[in-house]
């Protein structure tokens, strides 16, 4: 019994033998294993999805909203699909905001022929030839400070690249550079440079911000840079789930007060809309967005932020500064 024990292997060696051949099978050859080709519409009406009346993105037969997993286990082949339909779906809101709203589209800076609108993605990806050698946006004539925060933002987004690489683009069809935007190298730097090159030059008196997420945090940086001009041309900010923190950024204490004036910050709670909720930082009131996704506190809180802007307004004319909310007053959002 004792011989026939010692040639059969023990649990340690069979696990050891089953890493051993997972690190042998190729995962990305797996997944492209009967893979469609990566083709797909280039219109709405292709995909087969329109907006109907309420502005919401059906199917034009079943009338159910988008699905991810159009086709089961194949992940990457849905996801490559779902950003086929988003760039169409960009570009109609681009259609929109000019037709409809009669907005202007202009390029980031003059001359690169492209207008961001993730500004935590600030780059224009380029493939790169065979022979050509990793281009790097460092210039020895830039200070050493500005280059040390360009070498910061180029590693964090590389860690971002790689992960996306590995997970969501296996097969890496193209080999890119990234080319990063002048001046627009990162949220906070986008946020200076549009107020530096539109809203401090628009003809408007009154200008209101909704800050969602890392905006507050882009925000709460212009005001420290810009704190004289930002205190004469806004008049309310909201914010939604932001991630500004007065202490990390080193916000003063003239900006605090006037946060404390001005702004208000709508959280994910599970208490009602506008319900007053703790805060441990001395900036601005907080309170419920009325829902717990991060995501949908914009969302929700629109009713009752478009009401601080319009008692904002009302304050600035008569100089008496508003309430940031009452929870006596909250707008139904059946009344929106």
């Known amino acids: ?3 026939f024990q010692q040639g059969v292997p023990d649990e340690k060696e069979k696990t050891t033998a089953l890493k051993d051949l997972l690190s042998r099978i190729d995962l990305d050859e797996l997944m492209k294993k009967d893979e469609p080709p990566l083709e797909f519409p280039d219109t709405l009406e292709g995909f087969e999805y329109s907006f109907n009346e309420k502005g919401q993105l059906r199917h034009v037969k079943t009338g159910e909203p988008f699905v991810f997993n159009y086709r089961e286990d194949l992940h990457r082949w849905n996801q490559k699909r779902y950003e086929a339909l988003g760039e169409i779906i960009t570009n109609h809101v681009y259609g929109l905001l000019e037709n409809e709203c009669h907005l202007k589209k202009v390029t980031l800076p003059e001359g690169y022929g492209v207008i961001v609108l993730n500004p935590n ?6 493939e790169k030839t065979k022979d050509q050698v990793q281009l790097s946006s460092d210039s020895s004539d830039e200070p050493a400070e500005k280059r040390e925060r360009k070498d910061k933002i180029q590693k964090e987004t590389k ?3 790689d992960f996306y690489e590995k997970y969501r ?5 193209k080999e890119t550079v990234q ?17 530096d090159h539109f809203i401090s030059q628009s003809a408007a008196e009154n200008v209101f911000f909704v800050a969602h997420s890392y905006g507050g945090l882009a925000f709460l940086e212009l005001m420290i840079q810009r704190e004289a001009e930002v205190k004469n041309k806004v008049t ?3 914010f939604t789930d932001s991630v500004h923190n007065v202490w990390h950024q080193e916000a003063g204490k003239t900006i605090r007060e006037w946060m404390r004036e001005n702004c208000c910050n709508w ?7 506008d319900t007053a909720v703790e805060s441990m930082l001395p900036d601005c009131p907080r309170v419920s967005a009325g829902t717990e996704r991060h995501e949908l506190t914009s969302w929700k809180s629109f009713p009752s932020i478009f009401k601080f802007f319009s008692e904002a307004m009302e304050a600035k004319n008569s100089s008496v500064k508003p309430a940031p909310t009452r929870r006596s007053n909250r707008i139904k959002y059946e009344e929106l």
């Not at 993605?121 to 380029?126: A, G, S």
């Not at 683009?169 to 069809?173: D, F, G, H, L, V």
């Open 267 to 273: 959280v994910s709670s599970s208490e009602p809309l």
């Open 179 to 195: 080319m990063y935007i002048r001046d627009n190298g990162s949220p906070e730097e986008h946020t200076i440079y549009v107020w």
């Open 121 to 126: 993605e600030n780059y224009i990806e380029v």
């Open 236 to 238: 309310a900010v909201a």
């Open 159 to 161: 860690k971002r690249r």
């Open 1 to 3: 019994m004792a011989q």
């Open 169 to 173: 683009n296996p097969q890496k069809e």
